[in-house]
């Protein structure tokens, strides 16, 4: 992998529900909002067409999916709750590589810097967000910690 590859982003918002009643703990998990609502901006993208919309996973977060263009590349975004801040989020960008397609890694790729930079616009684009940037490796492995999480 490059250095400067982005797999993984943290922003912050208020927009999307963070708490849940406690008699509603473990029959869903909060981000199913966050996940609708980033699918939905993507897809109006030129080469973006859908392929799962948001679907609630059993580890704790929400998975979708999209088909980036041609030759066609099926990029997963898992969407978390970052629990160690209030209103923070976790977007994982994962490319689906199918066993028997073979994909250049260059195509694949590009296919999620696509989708990281469309990400990029729709953050930047609104003020209720702030970005905390994009990570190659997983923040969950990394320890990686919001800068003044006082907020």
Not at 32 to 52: I, Q
Not at 75 to 101: G, M, Q, S
């Amino acid at each position: 992998m490059a250095e400067n590859d982005r797999n993984f982003i943290i922003f912050h918002t208020d927009l999307f529900l963070w708490k849940q009643a406690d008699d509603q703990i473990d029959q869903w998990f909060v981000g199913g909002d966050c996940a609708g609502w980033l699918y939905a901006r993507l897809l109006p993208l030129n080469d973006v067409r859908d392929d799962l919309g948001p679907c609630m996973e059993d580890w704790g977060g929400w998975y979708s999916s999209l088909r980036i263009g041609e030759p066609e590349v099926r990029v997963a975004l898992l969407t978390y709750a970052w629990f160690e801040t209030t209103n923070h989020w976790l977007i994982h960008l994962d490319p689906i590589r199918k066993l028997f397609r073979r994909q250049s890694d260059a195509t694949v790729r590009q296919a999620v810097d696509y989708v990281a930079d469309g990400i990029d616009q729709i953050i930047a684009a609104d003020d209720r967000f702030t970005s905390l940037g994009w990570q190659e490796l997983n923040p969950f492995d990394t320890g990686f910690t919001v800068p003044d999480a006082g907020e």
